[in-house]
């Protein structure tokens, strides 16, 4: 068997398990997990297999479907990762001039202030006021409440202005720098439940072999799809089939379902590349809701529902 992680830049990707193929019959749920650049490496993978072989509950309810070592160069030849964080570099760019109307009367609820009249920066133009890097912007540390989540976005107060995606500059550098990944897809026969209880337990396996520090979040060790929308995106640059090539989004078990169930490829293109949705709320009116983080923990089946209960779709310049 091909050792997972390392260095591979000069090489093609190496599936190591190749992908069993869609299942979208919605008995199982697929989650697809890949290992951050910076946490990549054998030692790494072995600890996550050990918990799905070597816990009975986990044996015969948690399948790996899928195994490849995606190298740098592959990435950032196909724009993975810029593709992957397609939304949020647009509003890293933007700043203010990118937000949403949801946007900002979800800053002016949150921070009690005047969207129109705030310094509100995207990151890049962040970096080039404050005289910052991109891994010191990175870095910044903030209060908590200092922080506001919105359609997705990451909005931190910091100094007199607020910056929105603080992160994207510097996760982007590191694609650039052809940092190497291993993807994964396992396939639940359980519910949300029981795939946090898996996911935990790979977390503490981690911790158990020196490899994850138990106050970091698992976050900061992997990556994996919270929900059917998130396994759509990150099939369409994570998934490679036997000829080394994408298979793309509709390989993938959700993608299958939503095809089987009236959905045509342009308009689940549509959904990938403006995720951005209006729905009504009782009492709330209108609100703006990212579909990837609306449908966390649903099955495929509630998420379509969710999907098609929108009521608006805000589609977003240039992306």
Not at 70 to 81: C, D, T
Request: with cysteine; aromatic share 10%.
């Amino acid at each position: 068997m091909p050792a997972i992680g390392g260095n591979m830049s000069d090489e093609a990707p190496s599936i190591i398990i190749p992908y069993s193929g869609p299942d979208a019959s919605g008995q199982f749920l697929d989650v697809f997990l890949y290992l951050r650049p910076e946490t990549n490496g054998v030692d790494v993978e072995k600890s996550l297999f050990r918990v799905i072989h070597n816990v009975p509950e986990y044996r015969n309810a948690v399948r790996m479907v899928y195994l490849a070592n995606l190298p740098g160069h592959f990435l950032a030849e196909n724009q993975v990762i810029l593709r992957h964080y397609r939304i949020r570099e647009y509003f890293a760019r933007k700043g203010k001039t990118g937000m949403t109307p949801g946007m900002k009367n979800h800053f002016r609820v949150y921070f009690g202030l005047d969207p129109e009249t705030s310094q509100i920066l995207g990151a890049y133009e962040a970096m080039e006021k404050l005289k910052l890097d991109e891994k010191s912007l990175f870095e910044v540390w903030v209060d908590p409440f200092d922080i506001l989540i919105t359609c997705g976005q990451i909005i931190k107060r910091y100094q007199n202005c607020f910056i929105i995606n603080y992160d994207i500059p510097y996760l982007l550098k590191q694609d650039l720098e052809g940092t190497d990944i291993a993807a994964m897809i396992f396939r639940f026969a359980m519910g949300p439940e029981g795939i946090h209880n898996a996911l935990e337990a790979m977390r503490q396996s981690l911790v158990l072999d020196n490899i994850l520090d138990p106050l970091q979040p698992p976050a900061r060790v992997f990556h994996y799809s919270k929900s059917p929308f998130d396994l759509l995106l990150d099939s369409t640059g994570h998934l490679v089939g036997p000829q080394k090539t994408l298979l793309g989004w509709q390989a993938s078990s959700f993608g299958t379902f939503l095809l089987e169930h009236g959905l045509s490829e342009t308009e689940i293109e549509d959904i990938i590349r403006n995720p951005i949705f209006e729905f009504e709320v009782p009492r709330a009116g209108r609100i703006e809701e990212h579909i990837n983080i609306a449908t966390i923990d649903f099955s495929y089946e509630e998420a379509l529902s969710k999907y098609r209960t929108h009521v608006g779709h805000i589609i977003l310049e240039d992306t």
